[in-house]
């Protein structure tokens, strides 16, 4: 087996060279330069030299010359084997010092081996001129050989002056691009990063260099990406895609980046690079469009509702009034061992739950008719404390924690009771047994950014939270739970209107609500509720009348028959003169031919032909004085946003009780009439 020495300055060359003279039988020793080339060949000698021109410490040519005088290498032929710098004036110097090859690497494999197997047969000494003829050009080989290194060092000076200046103006337009730029490494660390990178990260290159992207991670960010981005690469497969990302100062923007392999000359990839830009503009547009048709999609949701229970709830909470009604009247004229009141309570009992439903449709829908009031919240909630104790259940502790100087909210009082009593009961069936529910209030000012967060304007809110220690809500189940209907609950557990009702209570009085936080370990509700610009008012507790009874005269107006009657036999059980008519007209009539004074008109608001308050208002022409209050089962948007009724109206919605209808008269009727001068407190 024949041994060639390979003496070359770059690895891979010499890789590439042993690998392919190792695969035909050859025995291969390596050397990088001239020197350590004599050093092998003096410690075991070689049949063939494969040598570069252009190398450190001693070059081709030298090594080629020494090789003549070194017996270790006297009789191996002696093959240059060089790269781009050859010239005629290399191949005819390299002949004259005794080579018996010239190679271009760039040859075929074939070609090489075939004149590496020709070398083999070469006889050296005849390649080598005469020695008498060495010695007298000697002085003439260095300086021809000296001419032409110095030759080729100026064309390599040259080209890397142009390779410099190309590279200066390859970093001065990085520089100046409008894009982020970063070089890394195959592991991630970045190498490189342009002014664009500085100056929206806020990271300096200093910085950066040496660290990864993930200095920009956010807590939103799968950390998992990074692994399968970086797979891709390796690959060599681009990346396209968007990243939240976190500028030095803790702000949030979004980049959209395009990352692809570098690969070297023989197509192994070395770096990545990647090129961003900032779309934090657009995203946070697009973000607030799809918020927006969110919205949109959603107020569609509640119109369509809205409409839905507003068209039904007239009829129905007629309906639940005579049923009402009629069941009080016959518990009136039971005794309190008749086995019937179990029945009626019954009757009642159903009844009072459709006149709930039909409210939490109007309430989710915003059409409810409401009575804003300025509310010290923590003192409402305080008030429920034993209530909604009672609700929980004795194996759940029940923790307030309502805080110091809670600002006023503006707001139904009997909605925002009936909202926390949602609440609570929503929290204990996610606990379901023992477990405890946390109540709190907190003063809260939002910035316009964080306000942004909740689709609310930059201000002042009080933030109610109610937390539980239940099972969470299912991930599925999220996105639907303020959707009327929805429920989580088994069949006849639940109407699922609770919590659409809570968001139509909060939303009404211009407020937010959602789930902050769910999981195995509970979960928490927010409430944000605008801060009011006055003082808390006393909310009224019901009637404080000491008797429902009366002798006054009514005139009572209603188009429906059966609620007309009812509402007449009512009334005069509790003593009251009551004239009754089924149309506005017919309540004129009926006042104009009795040719009496009444002392309260209670009236219908809806009504074909006349409403209840031109009604009024052509009754108050006749009698100043004359106290009203209003009856209806319609929606809020009937009642006062086709401007039926003002807000500051006496109104008693439908469905209502006896004892309800006779306290909320008596009510009217011990209060001032109308015009009349306030009384003088002594």
Excluded at 34 to 44: C, H, K, M, N, Q
Excluded at 53 to 60: A, E, T
Excluded at 377 to 389: F, M
Excluded at 594 to 620: I, K
Aim: net charge negative; with cysteine; charged share 25%.
């Amino acid at each position: 087996m024949t041994r060639v020495l390979i003496v070359d300055d770059e690895p891979e060359s010499r890789s590439r060279l042993r690998a392919l003279l190792q695969a035909h039988g050859h025995a291969v020793a390596e050397a990088s330069n001239g020197l350590d080339a004599l050093a092998i060949a003096r410690r075991e000698p070689v049949d063939l030299v494969v040598s570069d021109i252009l190398m450190p410490q001693m070059d081709g040519f030298a090594l080629c010359r020494a090789s003549r005088s070194e017996p270790a290498l006297a009789r191996a032929p002696f093959v240059f084997y060089t790269g781009s710098y050859a010239s005629a004036k290399d191949i005819a110097e390299a002949r004259r010092l005794g080579a018996t090859r010239f190679l271009v690497k760039s040859m075929a494999a074939e070609e090489i081996i075939r004149a590496i197997t020709e070398a083999l047969g070469d006889d050296p000494a005849a390649a080598a001129p005469p020695v008498a003829e060495v010695d007298a050009s000697e002085t003439e080989s260095w300086r021809l050989y000296n001419e032409s290194l110095i030759k080729k060092l100026e064309h390599r000076n040259l080209e890397l002056s142009a390779e410099v200046r190309t590279l200066r103006s390859l970093i001065v337009a990085l520089e100046q691009l409008p894009a982020l730029v970063s070089l890394t490494d195959t592991r991630g660390r970045i190498e490189y990063v342009n002014a664009r990178f500085e100056a929206v990260t806020g990271f300096t290159r200093d910085q950066a260099r040496g660290q990864t992207h993930a200095l920009l991670r956010t807590n939103h960010t799968d950390a998992g990406l990074g692994f399968e981005i970086r797979a891709s690469l390796l690959a060599g497969q681009e990346w396209r895609g968007e990243f939240e990302q976190r500028r030095r100062d803790g702000t949030v923007f979004w980049e959209r980046a395009v990352i692809a392999p570098v690969r070297d000359d023989h197509g192994a990839v070395t770096h990545f690079l990647r090129l961003s830009e900032d779309i934090t503009d657009q995203k946070r547009a697009h973000l607030a469009r799809e918020a927006l048709e969110v919205q949109r999609r959603q107020a569609e949701r509640i119109d369509s509702v809205g409409r839905l229970a507003g068209g039904v709830a007239h009829d129905f909470n007629n309906l639940l009034t005579i049923v009402i009604g009629h069941a009080h009247l016959v518990l009136q004229q039971l005794g309190p061992t008749d086995p019937l009141r179990a029945d009626l309570g019954a009757v009642l009992d159903a009844a009072s739950r459709g006149a709930t439903i039909t409210r939490q449709l109007l309430t989710y829908a915003r059409r409810d008719v409401v009575h804003p009031l300025v509310l010290d919240a923590a003192h409402a909630i305080a008030s429920l404390a034993r209530s909604l104790q009672r609700l929980a259940g004795d194996e759940i502790r029940l923790g307030f924690s309502l805080g110091p100087d809670i600002w006023p909210v503006e707001i139904d009082p009997s909605q925002f009771d009936q909202m926390i009593v949602n609440l609570v009961a929503n929290a204990r069936d996610a606990i379901g047994g023992s477990g405890a529910i946390d109540i709190s209030l907190a003063n809260l000012s939002l910035s316009a950014a964080a306000a942004a967060g909740y689709s609310l304007a930059a201000g002042n809110y009080v933030a109610l939270r109610i937390s539980d220690s239940g099972h969470g809500i299912d991930p599925a189940a999220l996105p639907r739970i303020f959707e009327p209907f929805f429920t989580t609950k088994p069949p006849g557990e639940g109407t699922g209107l609770g919590l659409s009702s809570v968001m139509g209570t909060v939303e009404q009085a211009g407020g937010r609500v959602q789930v902050e936080r769910t999981g195995t370990s509970g979960t928490t509700f927010l409430v944000l509720l605008p801060r009011a610009a006055s003082r808390p008012v006393g909310v009224p507790s019901g009637t404080t009348v000491a008797t429902l009874e009366g002798t006054e005269r009514i005139l009572l107006v209603e188009d429906e028959p059966a609620v007309l009657d009812l509402m007449r036999r009512t009334l005069e059980s509790y003593g009251y003169t009551v004239l009754h008519a089924s149309t506005p007209d017919r309540a004129i009539k009926s006042l104009q031919d009795h040719g009496a004074r009444v002392d309260l008109l209670l009236t219908d608001v809806v009504m074909p032909v006349m409403n209840g308050r031109e009604l009024a208002a052509q009754l108050r022409r006749l009698d100043p004085g004359l106290r009203v209050l209003y009856m209806s089962g319609y929606s809020s948007d009937v009642v006062a946003e086709r401007g039926l009724l003002p807000a500051d109206v006496s109104l008693i919605t439908k469905p209502f009780s006896p004892t309800a209808l006779a306290a909320r008269v008596r009510e009217i009727l011990d209060a001032p009439a109308p015009g009349a001068p306030a009384p003088i407190a002594t």
